[in-house]
């Protein structure tokens, strides 16, 4: 029997299985598609395939008693997570986790106009994939509520780290906005929300909402700047908000409509975690150096945040 269930098994998915194996956890996995298992299956995660965007593709899910980290983005429309709600009906009075960790994005906060952003800010998604967040958060509240299991929320920020740097967007001549005019948000180096995973399905208890960041201010416009400096690649053009609304596709321009400022006290203090890459500058040069296991993500299991 495994002790950890990991649904869906992308990148972060994959790095928390890795480490749960070394540390002698045996780990089952949700793949989204059958030629993605090889890779799992190889450092011995045991695999399941479902597809949970149709009830009927998602196997029965033996759960009781394991602790549970949710990976899975919800699917590409709607304001509803309905692959959330395809794993709300596993679960039953026989068959619940002790403990879930799910991953949500920071992106349920919408537009904070600068302020610091802590737990305590209230909810205002503005768009249809933070609206499918909250959908999510709600739907597993409820269920946490009516089995009794613990559940800890993680509102992650912008994720980055080996593998997910935008190298190929820049490369095709990825536009951004004039930095002056970029609003401010936050990152998370991969790795560093690894251990985060980790400590709060240690250390979090019921209830517990957690803020995901370096706690280093910047903007999109700087970051895509800073990693063509890295990379030896051209700067982006930076545009006007006028230039960017007419030139960006709209999934691309909705990123740049909401100014959020994270706190991650509660976080550091709580968890007591120690961030490997506290600013972008670190986080850029461990990206670059750390030689990794090449991962395939399905777009399935990919974060939205």
């Not at 709300?88 to 068959?95: E, H, T």
Request: charged letters at 25%; proline letters at 5%.
């Amino acid at each position: 029997m495994s002790d950890y269930t990991i649904i869906g098994c992308g990148d972060i998915g994959f790095r928390v299985a890795r480490e749960l194996i070394k540390q002698n956890h045996q780990v089952q996995a949700t793949i989204h598609f059958e030629e993605g298992a090889k890779v799992p299956q190889s450092v011995g995660i045991e695999t399941i395939i479902a597809n949970f965007d149709y009830q009927e593709d998602v196997p029965e899910l033996p759960l009781r008693g394991k602790k549970l980290f949710y990976f899975m983005p919800p699917q590409g429309g709607g304001s509803s997570d309905f692959r959330m709600l395809n794993f709300c009906r596993k679960l039953s009075p026989g068959n619940y986790p002790a403990k879930i960790v799910y991953i949500s994005t920071s992106g349920v906060y919408g537009d904070c106009g600068g302020a610091l952003v802590t737990e305590d800010t209230l909810l205002n998604p503005m768009s249809s994939r933070a609206k499918r967040r909250v959908s999510a958060e709600n739907q597993l509240r409820d269920q946490a509520d009516k089995f009794g299991f613990e559940l800890i929320i993680l509102r992650v920020t912008g994720i980055y780290g080996p593998g997910r740097l935008p190298i190929a967007q820049l490369q095709k001549g990825h536009e951004v906005l004039i930095a002056e005019d970029a609003p401010r948000t936050n990152r998370i180096h991969s790795l560093d929300l690894v251990q985060i995973c980790l400590a709060a399905m240690g250390k979090g208890e019921d209830g517990d909402i957690f803020n995901v960041c370096d706690g280093e201010e910047s903007s999109m416009s700087q970051y895509f700047m800073a990693v063509a400096e890295r990379y030896d690649l051209p700067q982006p053009r930076q545009l006007s908000w006028v230039e960017a609304e007419k030139m960006m596709n709209p999934l691309t321009f909705s990123f740049l409509k909401e100014s959020r400022r994270m706190s991650n006290q509660k976080m550091v203090e709580k968890l007591a975690v120690k961030l490997q890459y506290p600013t972008l500058e670190k986080g850029l040069g461990a990206s670059q150096s750390i030689s990794d296991l090449h991962i395939g993500v399905d777009s399935a299991t990919n974060n939205e945040n």
